[in-house]
């Protein structure tokens, strides 16, 4: 046979256009796209569907150190279980060292977590939290050239979140690397502060987390962030941005000609701060950093996408199991928001609400929805063309999605680890319902039907610039 798998019919959809055409499959690449391809071992029937790169979740936290007693929902089998159900074929988790490691153990470790786990391909990210001579003159650079070509560093936490200084220091790591520098943006003092004057009033409700946690908070942490990279002379990424505050900060330097991409997610398109505002502990299921704002900021991501303002749309999939004293409910959570564990799961869930409330409703194209899922994703952390695009000599990377496909949200009915989703109840309109990772079929009508973990980690290249 000429291929092994030739897909029929499809819409194929990339980030500059969308085409009919049959795409044919041999050993996991895709050789061609064309009508009248000829034989092959198999055949999808895709009429009536979209045929979109697989998606690519650049923002995900898996099996991470969470603090003390606190233990993570997901493990790599179910996270990326969960993600192929959701679209997804490639996710880009955190690696984040314990309290006993230095830099390079902890990604030796996170390898033998995913090794052999994996329903979908998987590259990691590097979370700096420690600046000694060992991590900046060491081991820092030896992962970047390695493969590893991004990291994070934060503004908030107490154990994680870098001074001023710090996160120079590690910028300058980063322009002598050609790496991307990752940055959570809120004031952890001004945070600090606020949770006082909370407590000492009795708000300890799941509720003040949004109110201690307000849109100055990252406005402020945003603008020093990208102060500090037209310092050191280095691109960054500002993460999970969900106010227009914080937007606008991130349009003025561009104007002053820095280079710095924005990240929004789904819980800033959809949801508020008053889902926060629940009967008893139930909002602490919304619980996440930054929280939620108001309809107005919800308002002002949706334009920075349709404006192409953000490159990236992620999941910032961080789950934690409500019901469980390790996790939503650990000890002290319930006298205090502050000890709430911060994060909510998502991964599965990503891409059905942009294409139902985007696509669907016709604030974005197909090619924007391709853009913002999966191909900006690659090119912005070093995986294109292998991956976040349908052309020839690309991963057979694909997800079949029908546009017509209505269903509703359910915690039954997904697979991540969690025992709960912030959407229950939300409708939908269209659904990956086949996904194909590197062209062996591992979803197919909604179904799991390769149940081989046969996912890799991906070394990556030096950061693109999104076209």
């Given at each position: 046979m000429q291929y092994d798998l030739?897909?029929?019919?499809?819409?194929?959809?990339s980030a500059s256009d969308v085409s009919r055409a049959d795409i044919g499959i041999q050993d996991g690449v895709i050789?061609?796209?064309?009508?009248?391809?000829?034989?092959?071992?198999?055949?999808?029937?895709?009429?009536?569907?979209?045929?979109?790169?697989?998606?690519i979740d650049s923002h995900v936290h898996i099996s991470q150190p969470s603090g003390p007693g606190i233990v993570m929902a997901d493990?790599?089998?179910?996270?990326?279980?969960?993600?192929?159900?959701?679209?997804?074929?490639?996710?880009?988790?955190f690696?984040?060292?314990?309290?006993?490691?230095?830099?390079?153990e902890a990604v030796d470790d996170y390898h033998e977590k995913a090794s052999g786990n994996c329903h979908i391909d998987v590259s990691f990210h590097l979370i700096v939290n420690k600046v000694d001579s060992q991590t900046l003159g060491q081991h820092l650079p030896a992962l970047l050239e390695a493969g590893h070509s991004s990291f994070k560093v934060f503004m908030t936490y107490p154990g994680m979140r870098l001074s001023d200084r710090e996160i120079l220091d590690v910028m300058a790591v980063a322009k002598r690397h050609c790496a991307m520098v990752m940055v959570h943006a809120e004031n952890e003092d001004a945070i600090d502060f606020l949770r006082d004057e909370a407590e000492m009033v009795g708000d300890i409700a799941p509720y003040h987390h949004a109110t201690t946690r307000p849109v100055p908070v990252e406005r402020e942490a945003t603008h020093r962030a990208i102060s500090?990279?037209?310092?050191?002379?280095?691109p960054l990424t500002i993460v999970h941005v969900s106010n227009g505050e914080a937007l606008d900060e991130i349009r003025r330097a561009r104007l002053r000609g820095v280079r710095v991409h924005a990240e929004t997610c789904p819980q800033y398109l959809t949801l508020t701060a008053q889902d926060l505002d629940r009967t008893g502990f139930e909002g602490a299921k919304y619980v996440c950093s930054p929280p939620p704002r108001d309809e107005a900021n919800q308002a002002a991501c949706w334009a920075g996408l349709?404006?192409?303002?953000?490159?990236?749309?992620?999941?910032?999939?961080?789950p934690f199991v409500f019901d469980s004293n390790s996790g939503k409910k650990v000890e002290g959570s319930e006298r205090s928001f502050r000890h709430i564990p911060n994060g909510i799961p998502g991964v599965e869930t990503r891409l059905p609400i942009l294409f139902s409330e985007g696509v669907v409703?016709?604030?974005?194209?197909?090619?924007?929805?391709?853009?913002?899922t999966a191909t900006n994703h690659a090119k912005l952390y070093g995986l294109y063309p292998a991956k976040g695009t349908l052309a020839v000599g690309s991963d057979a990377d694909i997800t079949l999605w029908d546009p017509a496909y209505q269903t509703t949200i359910r915690q039954s009915d997904l697979h991540h680890g969690s025992d709960y989703t912030p959407w229950e109840g939300f409708g939908i309109t269209g659904w990956p319902i086949t996904t194909l990772s590197r062209g062996q079929v591992i979803v197919e009508n909604r179904q799991l039907v390769n149940k081989d973990c046969h996912g890799k980690h991906l070394a990556r290249s030096l950061p693109g610039l999104p076209d």
């Open positions: 030739i897909i029929k019919g499809a819409e194929v959809v050789k061609a796209l064309g009508l009248d391809l000829g034989d092959a071992a198999r055949t999808l029937e895709a009429e009536g569907l979209y045929a979109l790169p697989g998606g493990d790599f089998e179910s996270a990326t279980r969960s993600a192929v159900f959701g679209g997804n074929t490639t996710i880009m988790p690696c984040l060292a314990e309290d006993d490691q230095n830099l390079r500090l990279a037209e310092i050191a002379g280095v349709e404006q192409g303002e953000f490159e990236l749309y992620s999941s910032d999939h961080c409703k016709g604030r974005i194209s197909l090619s924007q929805f391709a853009a913002l």
